[in-house]
């Protein structure tokens, strides 16, 4: 009975506990801020600044290489609203083909996707690069944004999963009232997976905007860098690097994904629980 007692209280202490754990690296991060970059990675420096100072905020929203910090962030969003638009619709338009369609293949096909989610990364990074640029898309955008218009497998697995949980008796009622494939998608499938729609958008917003590998290795001038790019400019392995600045500015690259999750987290859960229903 005692032990029913405190067992709520012991579990909220542990839990808190261990989220002050798992955000101690953001406030670190927000605190360092304010440091002056000589006293940020002094032993003797404690987690509250002293002195406080804004300046690195003043200083990393100036930028560097002629670029302000608002270049970077309009950069990132324009390659993350494409991005984001393309790898929802198509992986949409996909996932209806293998979970409504039949067609020969289809289980083949799928088991290939779903090789192509487990394939690392890196291992198809030199022959992409290769393609690009004998396309002549390097130092633009493209190589970041146009692949995302040909489906992202995790997003066309996450919605082959929600769609197998609609009914197919809405198929047939809307076949019999003339609805071809496409207006089935459109009219009935489409309104009906908006919750794997969103959670799709927001993981590809999280990923397009953190991304600094693609950026990095197709984008070659200081006007088209994105967040990632331009808060590297801040460290300089010659001369001496802008801690703070780079640390305020980190801050403010947070911002807009922090209120994405804020504002969105409910689609997340909704997206990823009714996904496995079936």
């Known amino acids: 009975m005692i032990l029913k007692k405190f067992k709520w209280p012991i579990y909220h202490i542990f839990v808190g506990l261990l989220a002050i754990v798992m955000v101690y690296p953001v ?11 000589n006293l940020i990675f002094t032993t003797s420096s404690s987690l509250i600044p002293d002195p406080w100072i804004w300046s690195n905020y003043v200083t990393g929203w100036i930028g560097s290489s002629g670029q302000s910090f608002m270049s970077f ?8 609203i494409f991005s984001t638009i393309g790898a929802v619709l198509s992986s949409a338009f996909i996932a209806f083909g293998f979970a409504r369609l039949q067609f020969k293949g289809r289980a083949i096909w799928f088991a290939v996707m779903m090789v192509t989610l487990m394939l690392p990364h890196d291992v198809v990074l030199v022959p992409q690069y290769i393609m690009f640029s004998k396309l002549g898309w390097i130092g633009t955008i493209s190589p970041i944004v146009v692949p995302q218009y040909f489906g992202v497998p995790f997003f066309i697995f996450l919605m082959v999963q929600f769609i197998r949980t609609i009914p197919r008796e809405m198929d047939e009622a809307a076949t019999i009232d003339g609805v071809g494939k496409f207006g089935l998608f459109l009219r009935i499938i489409l309104p009906l997976i908006i919750p794997a729609l969103a959670t799709a958008s927001i993981f590809s917003f999280y990923w397009r905007w953190e991304d600094l590998m693609g950026p990095l290795l197709y984008l070659n001038k200081p006007s088209s860098y994105t967040v990632s790019l331009g808060l590297k400019m801040f460290l300089d392995s010659e001369s001496v690097s802008n801690w703070g600045a ?20 409910r689609y997340i859960v909704e997206g990823i629980s009714t996904s496995g229903l079936k």
């Open 27 to 37: 406030i670190w991060l927000l605190m360092s801020s304010f440091k002056p970059s």
């Open 73 to 80: 962030i309009t950069n990132s969003l324009k390659i993350v």
């Open 246 to 265: 780079m640390f305020a500015m980190s801050i403010v690259s947070l911002i807009p994904v922090l209120g994405v999750f804020f504002l969105f987290q």
